[in-house]
């Protein structure tokens, strides 16, 4: 190199300046790239979490509309309950009443007919419930219970062939009168009197009364009310 070319002090503090510019700007440029990525980062998270929150939230619309119709569509109205006794016939006396199917047989101690329920018209008292009844009708169970507000005693038991009787099951009522005095007493047995008739001997096997004819019994036993 050329002495005389050999650049002085002067020279080298004149580019110095220049140097130290071009690498601020260089600087600069890389951080405001930096800020530009970090911003679209950013903002790419924030809309894959929005996009994200407003399918959840479409979602769960349609889940809770389908849901919605499933339940309207699987809804069942309970039929409203019938009385099947509203049009039945009234038994009356001047002590109670109650009602039972029309054409239905009602056997009483004074007036047998083809029916299978006995009863009186009068009211019995309690004192005949403490009388020793010998060979009677066998109980098998008995249940206290509530007849229309009324105190009751239902009992299920048998009677045998003593006294020419025809063995059979039987359900019996005691409805207590509010007077506690008196009470009303009612049967039916598992046979009709025709049906009665066709057996002369013990031999008979003792079976149940009909569901069918005890669940008419009970729809009776539902209508009875004391009315003196």
Known sequence: MDPQNKPTLSDLDKLLPIAHVEHKEVFN????????????????VITSITTIFMVSNLKSKIDQKSQLKLV??????????????????????????FKYPNNYPLLKWKEETLGQISFSDELASLSILEEPKGDGPVSNSDENLNVNSYKAKKIKGYIGAIGGMVPQSFIEYQIFHPDGKRFFLITMYELTVKEEEKFTGPERPISSVPANDEKIFQQIISTFKFTN
């Not at 069942?76 to 109670?96: C, G, H, L, Q």
């Open 72 to 97: 309207k569509k699987t809804t069942i109205t309970s039929p409203t309950p019938v009385d099947e006794t509203a049009n039945w016939r009234i038994y009356k006396t001047n002590d109670f009443e």
């Open 29 to 44: 440029a890389g951080n405001i790239a930096k800020f530009i990525a970090v911003i679209i980062a950013v903002l790419i």
